[in-house]
């Protein structure tokens, strides 16, 4: 098992960076969109270097899903300023387009933030939470990013495995590394596509395959386990937003991601 | 004064689409952002045509601010599938890149949603808001946007005005198109970037320009007035986020958007 930093390791090439896509960072047998946002993201820091070493805000569309093992990011530069620097990346496999980027870079503190208006959630502690396995009894398909990403929801989210759907769709609970590293910026955008979907918790099965992920990463993180929420506001038209919040172990809001996914009610 | 199509007309050519940006649609000197993303989304459903009409998410980052005057959009298919497909689009002015967006196309329905977990907001009704004005006393520059886009707010978020900012970051009132149209799915690209941004009613002054703006278009709207609320979850290292959410008359939830703004408290 790779650690995060072997698993979003990216070479710098001729025209590029080279990626080994890894299959462990996946659900079912499609490879997680917040673990290939980091690895698109690695990248695109090789590309800024040390003047805009963080992701800032990161918009990914996805084309069609690629196959673990090798794979390309072209990045390209569309505006260099003096605190961030936006680019265009695209993922690619076998010269087919998989996923394209925009991405704005900059620098990240932890400064006090000069307001907040969402103080981190009340969640039971961690060993009051469910530990979700990778492959649980009766799961459609396993969740491999689930021994690589420890999840530790709050019950209150979880009636679904159950057989009673959240009404609220409303899921929370605690996130750490298992290689037992700390989370940093790169890292933020796997923990904001969490598992499980809201769409399980209202009680759609089903993958709920990303159309296009919108992350902000606005501080660098203290050390230790992140607290997560993640709701949605509608289901219509076979589509679902989900909006994801991150607190760090100091209790700041360290970032925030939108997504729209397709679902099948 | 022209109208919302008018002034988000494009003329397909040779490379792409001409469009004449109106200096009207404007925040001080600057072409206001949901303005410019709705004339983006216009070049992209020309491109897109019957099979794919509306925007179902859009992104834009913005690079530099265009003037008012001659503009095109280079539209490149990235994507089509049977249900959405995805376009790069970016607005260019003199040759030089303004804006680069991330499209989804789709269909937009207005059937009953499958589930919601956000009713319309309570507000003062439309008589009850204020109406803003474009050029009010004291301001530090004119909001030329809302001769075209009225804005009524509710005057709870609205104390800033009077020295007495607010503390909870939320703005929320009633949208019409002073044209006297209905919204559609394009003009809802405007309403997703309403006035006052939150610094200001978190008592920052100056204008918070948009780095980066995500926007869902859930489904059609309803005839009549919208809904809208705007609240900031965090202002910390110089930067804003803002959600926007907006209800038709009927109630329902139609559109949301987030973007990240740089501010200087």
């Keep these: 098992m790779h650690s995060f930093t072997e698993a979003t390791a990216v070479q710098p090439t001729a025209d590029g960076f080279r ?24 990248a695109v820091a090789g590309a800024a270097g040390d003047a805009h070493p963080h992701p800032i805000a990161m918009t990914t569309t996805f084309l069609r ?45 932890d400064a006090a933030p000069w307001w907040t208006g969402l103080p981190a959630p009340e969640l039971p502690a961690e060993d009051e939470c469910l530990h979700l396995p990778s492959n649980p009894p009766g799961a459609a398909f396993p969740v491999h990013l689930l021994d690589v990403v420890e999840h530790r929801l709050d019950p209150a989210g979880l009636g679904f495995a159950m057989g009673r759907p959240s009404k609220d769709g409303l899921v929370g609970g605690h996130l750490r590394l298992a290689d037992g590293t700390d989370w940093d910026p790169l890292s933020l955008l796997v923990a904001l596509d969490p598992s499980p979907p809201v769409s399980l918790a209202l009680g759609i099965q089903g993958w709920a395959p990303t159309i296009s992920l919108t992350a902000y990463v606005r501080r660098l993180p203290a050390p230790g386990p992140l607290r997560m929420t993640m709701r949605s506001a509608q289901v219509t038209g076979g589509r679902m937003d989900e909006t994801a919040l991150l607190w760090d172990a100091k209790g700041a809001l360290v970032a925030q991601a939108v997504q729209l996914a397709a679902v099948r009610p």
């Design 19 to 42: 990626a080994d896509l890894d299959p462990q960072w996946a659900v079912g047998d499609k490879l997680h969109g917040g673990y290939l946002m980091a690895v698109v993201a690695r």
């Design 65 to 109: 899903p690629p196959q673990p093992g090798e794979a390309t990011v072209a990045v390209e530069l569309l505006r260099a300023g003096r605190s961030t620097a936006q680019y265009r990346a695209r993922l690619l496999q076998g010269g087919e387009p998989c996923a394209e980027s925009l991405v704005t870079q900059g620098v990240l503190d």
